[in-house]
């Protein structure tokens, strides 16, 4: 029997590239332990957590099952606060209710969370902004947003970027920790009116933007969501 050769190399093709995702994503057997979840315990029958789609988890888990991940707490917190002893005892209290509390991650996860909040209320992007915002943030946000669609006007903007993002306040309040950031951000931003007139900003020039922001999550929820409770400028 005769072999086409231009047969045989797609099926050669084909088995060669079986056994590499073969080799890189594994079997499975149906035996596998399930993904890591820190917020849920040794209970196989804990129900899983629903999220909202539109909320930013501002990452902050990982293990903490030694003597040396409690040093390593203390080497950040201190590197964080520096001689700011108000801030290092609100991150110290804050870490000892929530041992999954990682304050570079949690700072990682409040850089995004404020570009897509900023971009959010330029765009007037309300259900992006519900998943983010406290309930009383987000009814200012939303009114605010009301009254400029109610002109007519609309926000052009675009958002440079972060300069600088830091923990400046930290605190435990009843079981809800709220921690402070202030954020250096650029961004080109005006206002138009219905008549695209600019009426407030420049759409050339790059602005610098200098916001408080706190954000605050129960440490006893299962959800490990963060939320926008107070802003300042």
Not at 61 to 85: C, F, L, M, P
Not at 91 to 98: E, F, G, H, P, Y
């Amino acid at each position: 029997m005769e072999f086409d050769l231009f047969t045989l190399l797609p099926l050669a093709v084909a088995v060669f590239v079986f056994w590499k995702l073969r080799s890189v994503l594994g079997t499975r057997n149906g035996t596998e332990r399930p993904p890591y979840d820190p917020y849920v315990g040794s209970d196989d029958q804990a129900k899983p957590v629903e999220t909202n789609d539109n909320v930013v988890t501002l990452p902050n888990a990982r293990g903490r099952d030694n003597k040396v991940s409690a040093e390593t707490d203390e080497e950040r917190i201190a590197q964080i606060a520096g001689d700011n002893e108000a801030l290092a005892k609100g991150l110290r209290a804050i870490a000892a209710r929530d041992p999954a509390f990682d304050p570079d991650q949690f700072l990682d996860g409040g850089k995004m969370a404020y570009e897509m909040i900023v971009t959010g209320y330029a765009d007037g992007d309300k259900r992006t902004l519900k998943g983010l915002l406290s309930r009383e943030v987000y009814d200012n946000f939303a009114a605010a947003i009301d009254d400029r669609n109610s002109r007519y006007e609309k926000v052009n903007s675009s958002f440079v970027g972060i300069e600088k993002a830091e923990i400046v306040g930290a605190e435990l309040v009843k079981e809800e920790a709220q921690i402070t950031v202030r954020f250096v951000s650029q961004m080109i931003s005006a206002t138009l009116d219905k008549d695209d007139n600019i009426i407030d900003g420049d759409l050339q020039e790059v602005a610098e933007i200098t916001d408080v922001w706190t954000f605050a999550r129960p440490v006893k929820s299962r959800d490990p969501n963060w939320s926008l409770v107070a802003t300042d400028a």
